[in-house]
């Protein structure tokens, strides 16, 4: 406690060396000064002490809740993640070259169990699956990490119900039932939403593709497995040209000879958490 006279105000005052770790929360102030308001050393003494236990409240409420994370906070490091999962997912996908059947199947498996694990551990309010990663964003934003705090609690909540949206949206991606745009496109170093794809010509007539080829296949029957597997590549077909159209607004394609390479080495195309 230091309290002291100021000739020129005629007043003592109260001051608190402000700690270290605290002075980012109060603009960078080294000091926090106080008028007494007297000239009676004994009674500047005795309001000093007032003060002091005053200052020492606000300093100890400062270190358990001055670094608290916002709800806004929290739902940008959930969102950030979730975009950095898509897009690993997707650039996996991108370069992992002719996937058999078996092996999509397989990332649909694999994807259904972290689906039912998130699940789980909400309603069980478990935690530990999603712990690492809630550390790895606290401290790559430079906030506290205490694993105690209900701020870290409603953190991996939130990081629970994200990878449980993500498994949704790559769930679909697989089945080529919606192809969910990336979150973002990133073109000289900022972020964009990717472009929107060109829409059909109002003039087109005639049945959508899919439709014919539902026509096509009812005439010409095939194996339970290999319709399923026909209509799931040209499920991602119709998503890659902006949706189903008019047969009529097909335009043919010259042939090329070049062929697919595949990548060398697998690609994982999920995290497992």
Known sequence: MSYFFVPDRKSFYYRSYVPKELRNLLNGRREVWRSLFCLDKGEAKRRAADWDHRTQRVYMTLRKQGNRMTEDQRNALVAEWLDAELEYAEDCRVTAGRMSENQMEAQ????????????EDMQANDYQRVESIADELLKTAGLPIDHDSRDFWRLCRKLLMAKYKYTRIESRRWQGEEYTPLLRQQINGHSTHAAPLPKPAASATGPLFMEAVDGYLRENPRTERSTRALKSEL???????GGDRPVSSQRKMAPTNRRRRRPRGDCQCMRVY
Do not use: K, P
Not at 108 to 119: R, V
Not at 235 to 241: D, H, Q
């Open 108 to 119: 649909l498996e694999g994807l259904s169990i972290m689906q039912d694990e998130a699940l």
């Open 235 to 241: 499920r991602r077909f119709v998503t890659v040209i």
